[in-house]
């Protein structure tokens, strides 16, 4: 009898277990690229890793999630079953399966009250005129978020239509509320602001935060007077060659502060080392780093 239930027992430790989470994540992306079935699919199926990494990797499993993928300019939304599976013990990579679900009516009205809502916010913020009180330059926003942040207070609450950018930022923070159960933001929320500078340069704004109370931008990529692109990556400032035939000396010497604000100095005296930049009467500047 003994043997017997030592036996038993071997056995019941060689199954493996399988491990199970349960279907409690939910998930939002915004996908704007997404226009097709097979593409708001294919977002979903692109969070089975994130899904499937609460599971252990010695042991079979199955953990699921719920993803809703969204379009607003295009009026597009799904609602997908995620569900990611290892079935044995030897760390096999995860099968990432995929079921479409179907929304409430509530859920579907309220998802093209948000996609009008922020198509209204798109356009309301598609250009926005910033006075030199808050910023002069685009070039001003690069490695100083308070900038930013100051630009972002002021098309919130003091542009021309700040009324109607508040009110739209409440209605939608409503709509998403009532869509997924959470106000917070999608992912790759595809929501930007374009502003416009005194000295003719223009910067794009995304989307991080928003509320009925307050909007929050981060800097993506902006452009000068003289078509020079506005990075806020420090390397781009070590080589190229950039006009300033409109800005001059002033368009230079923002462009010289920006990369100091990245950690990059510049100097224009033409013979030290390091980063230097050095320009033409007609001021085409070129930029060099020696190592």
């Known amino acids: ?44 199926r692109s969070y089975g890793s994130t899904i499937g990494s609460v599971l252990p990797s010695t042991r079979p499993g199955s953990a699921s999630g719920t993803v809703y993928v969204f379009n607003y300019s295009e009026g597009l939304s799904a609602k997908y079953l995620v569900t990611a599976e290892r079935e044995d013990t030897t760390g096999s990579p995860l099968e990432i ?5 179907s929304m409430t009516s509530a859920q579907t009205e309220s998802f093209e009250k948000a996609s009008d809502t922020y198509n209204t916010m798109s356009s309301l913020l598609s250009s926005v005129e910033i006075p030199s009180s808050v910023a002069n330059s685009g070039y001003e926003l690069v490695g100083a978020q308070y900038k930013v942040n100051k ?14 950018i508040e009110t739209s930022a409440a209605n939608l923070t409503n709509y998403l509320l009532s869509v997924v159960g959470s106000g917070s933001l999608p992912d790759n929320f595809g929501l930007e602001a374009t502003a416009v500078f005194p000295d003719g340069s223009t910067v ?15 800097f993506v990529r902006g452009r000068d007077a003289d078509d020079n692109t506005i990075s ?59 190592k």
Do not use: H, W
Request: with cysteine; glycine share 6%.
């Open 1 to 44: 009898m003994k043997v017997a239930k030592r036996l038993l027992a071997l056995l019941f430790l060689s199954i493996p277990i399988f491990a199970n989470a349960s279907t409690t994540t939910v998930y939002q992306v915004d996908c704007e690229s997404c226009i097709s079935t097979s593409a708001l699919a294919s977002m979903a």
């Open 97 to 101: 399966f995929t079921s479409l679900e």
């Open 151 to 164: 630009v972002g207070d002021y098309i919130f609450s003091n542009s021309t239509n700040a009324q109607r």
């Open 204 to 218: 794009t704004l995304a989307v991080v935060s928003l509320s009925a109370t307050s909007i929050e931008f981060k």
């Open 232 to 290: 806020a990556t420090a390397s781009d400032y070590l080589s190229g060659s950039y006009s300033f035939a409109s800005s001059g000396s002033t368009g230079v010497q923002e462009y010289i502060d920006a990369a100091a604000r990245l950690g990059i100095t510049i100097t224009d005296d033409g013979t030290s080392t390091g980063t230097t930049m050095t320009c033409t009467t007609d001021n085409i500047c070129t930029v060099t780093t020696q």
